[in-house]
């Protein structure tokens, strides 16, 4: 088996199993970064035309995404010391704003469609199978049902329980930083093929 082959195997379950049982999401969001890296190893071990522009697709739908979720939580944790699943209970009750942008970035994360997270993932696991990669295409699609089951734990904990988080935690321009990254994460699921035909 050659190495990158067992590199990809590792970090697809090492980070993805180890990100399960972080009780602090920016931790759980670190792991699942070394997740990613390993469905980008498999695009580069998959190879096919436009590669480039798979490689460029995928990594632009994962920083943006996590750009939002990164931001989100520093902010949270100036106002509540805290970036654990209890400091988002209830936050779409007090902070619409904020619970909305999170759920987008994390649903985006975990590959749900339409967003930019599910092409990424889709283009790299088609390309896997061209590939004859079978294996490592199964490992990536139960590994990828792991991380849903962790993006969801912190979405649960916005939309269900009461808060004390203030209502007003983001400056005007931290808002317009956060809602224009949406916007490219919405844009980049609709319009993949065109992002990607631009490299």
Known sequence: IPPIQIIVVLTLIVANV???YQSNVK???AYSSIAHIGYVL?????G????????FYYLLSYSTASLVAFGILTV????????SHESLYGLFHNNPFAAICMTVA????????????????????????????IYLTILAILTSLVGVYYYFRPIIAMFTQPS??????????????IGLLMLVTLFAGLLP???INLL
């Not at 498999?42 to 998959?46: C, D, G, K, R, T």
């Not at 949270?76 to 970036?83: H, R, V, Y």
């Not at 967003?115 to 790299?124: N, R, S, W």
């Not at 988080?165 to 808002?175: C, D, G, M, N, R």
């Open 76 to 83: 949270l944790e100036n106002s509540t010391g805290s970036t």
């Open 18 to 20: 180890t990100a399960v």
């Open 106 to 133: 994390l649903l985006s994360l975990a590959g749900i469609p339409p967003l930019a997270g599910f092409f990424a993932k889709y283009m790299i696991l088609g390309r896997a199978i061209d590939a004859g990669h």
């Open 42 to 46: 498999l695009a580069f071990i998959s």
């Open 48 to 55: 096919g035309d436009k590669v480039e522009g798979v490689f």
């Open 27 to 29: 931790r759980m969001l």
């Open 193 to 195: 093929d065109v992002l």
């Open 164 to 177: 004390e988080v203030a209502t007003e935690l983001f400056s005007p321009i931290q808002k317009i930083v």
